[in-house]
């Protein structure tokens, strides 16, 4: 008898961790289109959601609180902020828009201001957030739990700072 409930015990256990794996794993068939990036690193879907990139920060492209902030915290002017973070949301946009994609989620689904948190890849498999951070239009940015490919991003973001490029040029440091 105890044979038989400790069997049923992990067969129990061992289906509904895998319901819950399954449901945790990116679906290889569900893809949306991309129908609006509102910045670097923010688009809107198809069916609606806003989806927060996660692991990555882009630098903003209009005036708000974070802009200033992200100023005394770089001591980069708001002007070349601005400048970068039009550059970011031009290259997502090139990247992404109207494009197929499919959402990896991590621990955290949603963030403070309801937007989806995702790991976004293109239908022909291109890492969307992993892409922004190699030509250097973003930088990491780890917010446990999320942290999934956090060592990764710091690999692909040291690289884009040792070939100069986007955030990372010398162009950006001159001002």
Same mark, same amino acid.
């Given at each position: 008898?105890?044979?038989?409930?400790?069997?049923?015990?992990?067969?129990?256990?061992?289906?509904?961790?895998?319901?819950?794996?399954?449901?945790?794993?990116?679906?290889?068939?569900?893809?949306?289109?991309?129908?609006?990036?509102?910045?670097g690193d923010t688009i809107k879907l198809s069916d609606g959601q806003k989806v927060r990139l996660?692991?990555?920060?882009? +630098?903003?492209?209009? $005036?708000? =609180?974070?802009? !200033? @902030?992200?100023?005394?915290?770089? /001591?980069?002017?708001? *002007?070349?902020?601005?400048?970068?973070?039009?550059?970011?949301?031009?290259?997502?946009?090139?990247?992404?828009?109207?494009?197929?994609?499919?959402?990896?989620?991590?621990?955290?689904?949603?963030?403070?201001?309801?937007?989806?948190?995702?790991?976004?890849?293109?239908?022909?498999?291109?890492?969307?957030?992993?892409?922004?951070?190699?030509?250097?239009?973003?930088?990491?940015?780890?917010?446990? +739990?999320?942290?999934? $490919?956090? =060592?990764?991003? !710091? @690999?692909?973001?040291?690289?884009? /700072?040792?070939?100069? *490029?986007?955030?990372?040029?010398?162009?950006?440091?001159?001002?």
């Amino acid at each position: 008898m105890w044979i038989f409930a400790l069997t049923l015990t992990s067969l129990l256990y061992s289906s509904s961790n895998a319901l819950t794996q399954s449901e945790a794993a990116p679906s290889q068939d569900k893809f949306l289109y991309v129908r609006r990036v509102i910045d670097g690193d923010t688009i809107k879907l198809s069916d609606g959601q806003k989806v927060r990139l996660i692991g990555i920060d882009t +630098p903003e492209s209009y $005036y708000s =609180d974070k802009l !200033l @902030r992200d100023s005394k915290r770089s /001591r980069k002017d708001i *002007k070349t902020i601005l400048k970068l973070g039009k550059r970011a949301s031009s290259f997502t946009r090139e990247l992404c828009l109207g494009k197929k994609v499919r959402l990896e989620y991590d621990v955290v689904k949603k963030d403070r201001y309801g937007r989806t948190l995702a790991y976004v890849y293109l239908e022909n498999g291109t890492f969307v957030n992993a892409k922004i951070l190699e030509e250097g239009y973003a930088q990491v940015m780890t917010v446990p +739990p999320n942290v999934k $490919y956090a =060592d990764y991003f !710091l @690999r692909i973001q040291g690289e884009a /700072r040792d070939k100069n *490029k986007g955030l990372w040029s010398r162009e950006v440091e001159n001002g």
